[in-house]
Nanobody, 123 residues
Framework: VQLQASGGGLVQAGGSLRLSCAASGRTFSSYGMGWFRQAPGKEREFVAAISWSGGSTVYADSVKGRFTISRDNAKNTVSLQMNSLKPEDTAVYYC?????????????????WGQGTLVTVSS
């Protein structure tokens, strides 16, 4: 599976962005998907994950209620709608795919990674 993330950019605090991740391959619907982020000088951290069917989702506490992960298996895409953005959301955001069942928060369980898209939130 090859992943291509897009949609990053510069936004003011309180604004919104929608990230998208396009996947190649015919087996996209069999993968759980996740979004992670890495801020400058910090370790990569979990943001959100969604099961292969889209029926289960999980979020980091820091984004719960502000971010929404979704997927469209017909289009081989997964999205991350980010609302009420804060300066601390500034990071490179990565989408990832896992063959493990359910929703996974550990980066080590993900098998494929996209190249990342930069989100900058100004105060």
């Amino acid at each position: 599976v090859q992943l291509q993330a897009s949609g990053g950019g510069l936004v003011q605090a309180g604004g919104s962005l929608r990230l998208s991740c396009a996947a190649s391959g015919r087996t996209f619907s069999s993968y759980g998907m996740g979004w992670f982020r890495q801020a400058p000088g910090k370790e990569r951290e979990f943001v959100a994950a969604i099961s292969w069917s889209g029926g289960s989702t999980v979020y980091a506490d820091s984004v719960k209620g502000r971010f929404t992960i979704s997927r469209d298996n017909a289009k081989n895409t997964v999205s991350l709608q980010m609302n009420s953005l804060k300066p601390e959301d500034t990071a490179v955001y990565y989408c990832a795919a896992t063959r493990a069942p359910g929703v996974r928060v550990r980066a080590s369980l993900y098998d494929y990674w996209g190249q990342g898209t930069l989100v900058t939130v100004s105060s």
